[in-house]
């Protein structure tokens, strides 16, 4: 009888010691969160940094449209005379083997095109000459000439999306300003889009870098 009061009870000791254990555990979880969450909220306050992020605005700019072609004459105020694409295009057929300005017999015949195989009127609304349509036959304004230019340059699109490509003025951060980015037709001829070739020289010879150099 005295041996069994004098025995230690291993199911209800395990018992007290896995409670201690998930307290401790606990109580370090929620010590060490608070640091945590402090030193944050202090680097905060002594980077000044803002509670709620404010994005400001990215702006494309856009191109003036649909566009206007001169005629060559001057009304009487010796000014310009222009007409739309839809004065002379609604009185002809059009004709989808136009490729380049040589086919054009009426107008247009100096005009300088390279742009893969694409004729006219791959772009060209033939319906309204006073717009431009996707490949499914989808009326675009001028003024969102980027809609088409990313239906086939989906690769300089992303790019662009992400910074890489086009240029543009204000902040990286949209945090601090905003942007103003440049549209593809302020860079790239819509009619011979590549750039020239250009071969590459050496710098200029300067008295001065030579100087440097010695």
């Known amino acids: 009888m005295a041996a069994h009061q004098g025995s230690v009870n291993i199911p209800v000791l395990l018992v007290l010691v896995a409670t201690g254990l998930v307290a401790a555990i606990g109580f370090s979880y929620f010590f060490t969160s608070s640091v945590i969450e402090t030193e944050i909220s202090s680097l905060t306050k002594t980077a000044n940094l803002p509670t709620t992020e404010k994005k ?17 004459l001057d009304d ?16 002809r057929e059009p004709n989808p083997a136009n490729k380049v300005g040589s086919d054009l017999n009426e107008f247009h015949g100096s005009l300088s095109i390279s742009h893969g195989s694409l ?39 992303q790019d662009f999306e992400h910074g890489v490509h086009g240029g543009m003025n204000g902040y ?41 150099d010695q």
């Open 119 to 157: 004729s006219c009127l791959s772009c060209h609304n033939s319906n309204d000459y006073d717009a431009l349509k996707l490949a499914d036959g989808s009326r675009v304004e001028f003024t969102n000439v980027m809609t088409l230019c990313a239906q086939c340059h989906s690769r300089q699109m």
């Open 56 to 72: 400001f605005s990215v702006d494309i700019r856009k191109p003036i449209g649909p566009p206007r072609v001169l005629t060559g």
């Open 76 to 91: 009487v105020h010796g000014s310009a005379v222009t007409v739309s694409c839809s004065t002379c295009h609604a009185t």
């Open 172 to 212: 990286w951060d949209l945090n601090r300003g905003a942007q103003t980015k440049n549209n593809c037709v302020d860079c790239h001829q819509p009619h011979a889009p590549q750039f020239p070739k250009m071969v590459p020289t050496f710098k200029p010879r300067d008295r001065f870098l030579e100087k440097a």
